[in-house]
């Protein structure tokens, strides 16, 4: 047993039940990814992700990031790397072609839906529209 990854508890409640658009459930706030992958996750990740699901649940939009992406840059490295802090409501489904991945949990939007035209959540752009001018 690694004790680094299972110090941190999941929020599972065993009531799993995914919201109208199958985005993530709706008893512990997870994304299927989050739910798929929290046993691969260490104890930082997984705090992250309790982090988001207690934003989600309280439907906080004081912690959606300022400017027109999903994300706010933390740290550019001289590889052309970027650390980023994503917005709580923006997952991607991995089981998608990636350009029809993502979605946003606070405005129920996802790229592949039929009725949302040509998305660009995939790429982490905004369709909520807030804290967009900065």
Partial sequence: ?????D???????NVCKLDENGLYCISCYRT??????WSQYGNEEK???LDRCEIRKNKDISSIPKGVYCYTPIKF???????????????SNSN???????????I?????????????????????NINKDF
């Fill in 1 to 5: 047993m690694n004790e680094e990854k």
């Fill in 7 to 13: 110090s941190v508890k999941s929020p599972c409640n």
């Fill in 32 to 37: 299927i990814d989050e739910i798929q992958d």
């Fill in 47 to 49: 705090s992250k992700v």
């Fill in 77 to 91: 490295h001289e590889d052309g790397h970027l650390d980023i802090e994503i917005c709580p409501y923006w997952g």
């Fill in 96 to 106: 998608k072609d990636t350009q029809e991945s993502g979605f946003c949990i606070l």
């Fill in 108 to 128: 129920g939007e996802y790229d592949w839906s039929e009725d949302s035209g040509f998305g660009l959540l995939w790429d982490q752009c905004k369709s909520c």
